[in-house]
């Protein structure tokens, strides 16, 4: 359903090297760049969502939504605590630490970061039916 998502940055060479990592270890490749914005996922399957971050395409500062958040899953719990260390690692900001949420369902982990300018990203593990 998701074709791609994308986030604005002030700053594009900070805002790589925040994700560049983050989708490194998620086995995801840049698909596209220019000096205005640049695309992870798999350049070989255009049925992977893919993920932009990127200076506004309309020149004015880029904004973090207020209740916006991009949300990554993944299979187990050890995938959620690295990419949330190394997030904080490079440049990211802790809006919750990796753990288990039983108000979300029974074994649901999740993490919550912003990247430098803001965004908001979760890194979660859906409990199991």
């Known amino acids: 359903m998701i074709a ?28 596209w760049q220019d000096d205005a914005c640049v695309s992870f996922g798999d350049p070989d399957d255009v049925d992977v969502p893919r993920f932009f971050v990127g200076l506004p ?16 899953q993944f299979a187990d719990p050890k995938e959620v605590d690295t990419l949330y260390q190394l997030a904080i690692h490079n440049g990211g900001s802790d809006e919750g630490a990796p753990g288990y949420r039983p108000q979300y369902g029974a074994g649901f982990y999740s993490a919550y970061v912003r990247d430098p300018d803001g965004n908001k990203l979760a890194f979660v593990v859906y409990p199991h039916r």
């Open 4 to 31: 791609y998502t994308m986030v604005g940055t002030h700053n594009l060479e900070r805002a790589l090297h925040f994700y560049a990592p983050l989708f490194s270890t998620m086995e995801l490749d840049v698909c």
């Open 57 to 72: 395409f309309n020149g004015y500062p880029a904004s973090a939504g207020n209740g916006s958040m991009t949300a990554f």
